[in-house]
C-alpha cells in the first residue's frame, strides 16, 4: 500500500540553524501539507501546497519556513533559523485531490529537537 | 478565536463496550469534520468524515454525529477493541478555506 515517508525521524539542531525535512509524498498525489504537532499538543496547520505553488499557509508558516517540490518525487520544508520553539513532531501529508474531496495521508513524523 | 476542543482529555473504556469520544467546536462557517486517529510514533490517520449537510455518517464499527445547533461533534465506537487505543482528534475547515483545524485531543484507552 503506498504511504507517505520522510527523513530524517529525528533531527537534531543549534538554535538559528537551517534544517531541511523531507517527506516523498504518494506517486500520484497533487496536494502536499506541511502540519507540526509540539508534544502533547494539538496537530497545526503549517502549509497546503499545490501546483508548485503554495495554496494556504498559517501564521506561523513566517519568513522563516519554505517549502519546495524541487523535482517530481520530494516535498520538503526548510526552517531557515530555528528557534528552541520549532522543537516538535512536523507531519507531512498528502492527496490525490482537495481537501474536500479526498482523504488526506499523513507520513510518519520527523522529530525536531532544537538545542 | 475560533478553536476546536474536546471535552474529556482521556477516556477509558473495556473492551467490546461503546465509546464515545467528544468535540466542540466554536466556527460557525465550518462545513466540513474529520476524525482522525493517532497511534504512538505515528501520524494521524483518518477515521471518517462528515459535511454540514449531514447530522450523521456511519463507517465501519464508527459513527460521526454532528449538531450544528451546539457546534458539537462525536465519534461513536462500537465494541472497542485493544487496536482502538489511541488519540482521538476532531478537526475542522471553515467554507472560505482549506485549513485543517485540529481539536487537542481524546486519549482513548481500552482495557481488557
Known amino acids: 500500500e503506498p504511504e507517505v515517508t520522510q527523513t530524517p525521524s529525528h533531527q537534531v539542531t543549534q538554535m538559528g540553524q537551517e534544517v531541511i525535512l523531507r517527506c516523498v509524498p504518494i506517486s500520484n498525489h497533487l496536494y502536499f501539507y506541511w502540519y507540526r504537532q509540539i508534544l502533547g499538543q494539538k496537530v497545526e496547520f503549517l502549509v497546503s501546497?499545490?501546483?508548485?505553488?503554495?495554496?494556504?499557509k498559517s501564521e506561523i508558516f513566517d519568513d522563516q519556513f519554505s517549502v519546495e517540490r524541487p523535482d517530481g518525487s520530494n516535498f520538503t520544508l526548510k526552517i531557515r533559523s530555528t528557534k528552541l520553539e520549532d522543537s516538535a513532531m512536523y507531519f507531512c501529508a498528502s492527496s490525490e485531490l482537495g481537501v474536500r474531496e479526498d482523504e488526506q495521508f499523513f507520513g510518519p513524523g520527523t522529530r525536531l529537537t532544537v538545542l | 478565536g475560533e478553536s476546536v476542543g474536546l471535552h474529556l482529555p482521556t477516556l477509558s473504556v473495556q473492551e467490546g463496550d461503546n465509546s464515545i469520544i467528544n468535540c466542540a467546536y466554536s466556527n460557525s462557517a465550518s462545513d466540513y469534520f474529520i476524525w482522525y486517529k493517532q497511534e504512538s510514533g505515528k501520524g494521524p490517520q483518518f477515521i471518517i468524515d462528515?459535511?454540514?449537510?449531514?447530522d450523521k455518517r456511519q463507517g465501519q464499527r464508527v459513527t460521526v454525529l454532528l449538531n450544528k445547533t451546539v457546534k458539537h461533534l462525536s465519534l461513536q465506537i462500537a465494541a472497542t477493541q485493544p487496536g482502538d487505543s489511541a488519540v482521538y482528534f476532531c478537526?475542522?475547515?471553515?467554507?472560505?478555506?482549506?485549513?485543517?483545524?485540529f481539536g487537542t485531543g481524546t486519549r482513548l484507552q481500552v482495557f481488557p
Open positions: 462528515i459535511r454540514s449537510n449531514m
Open positions: 478537526a475542522e475547515i471553515a467554507s472560505n478555506t482549506d485549513k485543517l483545524i
Open positions: 501546497f499545490y501546483n508548485n505553488e503554495i495554496s494556504e
